[in-house]
């Protein structure tokens, strides 16, 4: 099951990211010819971006919680980042399955921001191309569910939450931090035009993502299997047993 696809730069591969665990990196020319996997991930891969501006570079997540940073064409694995690892002990989806469902990437400080199923925060990471390491920044936590985050060249990150009241917001680097911005005119604009279409808008993105129903079912079916596998035996050792018992004085078997 193909859960996402991208495009190098220079239209040579296409890659393509699946549930079982994998990343596969092909000619666009001949699909059937493979330059490489990426592996790595132990759950299905749920979204991949060629980062902007590194176009030898792949971002990867999925749901065993991490990010990853690829040299695709070897499938060379640069690093990893376990988002568990940023979570608050108090946070109470500390224990929760997520999965990353959007990756976007501002080109201008080389920022990636990571939105997660269901939660109500923003992972932000800079990307370090030279060294090729991924180093976590922050997080921007919010009262409701996001929906949907993405980048815009000159303006920063817009942010979709499900709140009628305040359905956008528009997040900036301040003194090095992300943080929301005082409403402009521009987010009053596009923020009334969604409410004025919040039932097709909340009916759309307000559904389930579908993430949560990649995961592998597990069955320990082992258990049972050898508990009754143990009780067969001990009926066929009595059955034994009572066939060969040597008749007593008055002709009954031996108790």
Excluded at 103 to 119: F, G, K, M, N, P
Excluded at 139 to 164: I, K, N, S, T, Y
Excluded at 213 to 240: I, V
Aim: glycine fraction near 8%; aromatic fraction near 8%; include cysteine.
């Amino acid at each position: 099951m193909l859960l996402d696809v991208a495009v190098s730069p220079d239209d040579r591969y296409v890659l393509t990211a699946d549930r079982d665990e994998k990343i596969r990196v092909s000619w666009a020319t001949a699909p059937h010819n493979i330059e490489s996997f990426c592996l790595g991930h132990t759950e299905f891969v749920s979204r991949i971006l060629v980062a902007p501006g590194h176009p030898e570079l792949l971002l990867s997540s999925s749901g065993d919680r991490t990010l990853r940073l690829w040299e695709y064409r070897s499938g060379r694995q640069l690093h990893c980042c376990h988002l568990t690892s940023l979570q608050e002990p108090a946070e109470p989806w500390g224990d929760k399955r997520f999965a990353v469902s959007r990756i976007t990437y501002w080109r201008q400080e080389d920022c990636v921001a990571l939105l997660c199923d269901s939660l109500p925060v923003v992972y932000l990471f800079q990307l370090d191309a030279p060294r090729q390491q991924l180093v976590y920044r922050q997080q921007l936590p919010f009262q409701h569910r996001v929906w949907d985050v993405a980048f815009e060249e000159g303006q920063g990150l817009w942010v979709l939450q499900d709140c009628r009241e305040e359905p956008l917001v528009l997040c900036r680097p301040v003194g090095g931090q992300w943080q929301g911005v005082p409403e402009s005119a521009v987010v009053r604009r596009v923020s009334a035009h969604l409410r004025g279409n919040w039932a097709a808008l909340e009916g759309c993105a307000g559904g389930d993502s579908g993430l949560s129903g990649l995961y592998k079912a597990t069955c320990d079916n082992m258990t049972s299997y050898l508990k009754r596998k143990e009780e067969r035996l001990q009926q066929q050792l009595e059955r034994k047993r009572r066939r060969t018992c040597p008749p007593g004085p008055a002709g009954r078997p031996r108790r």
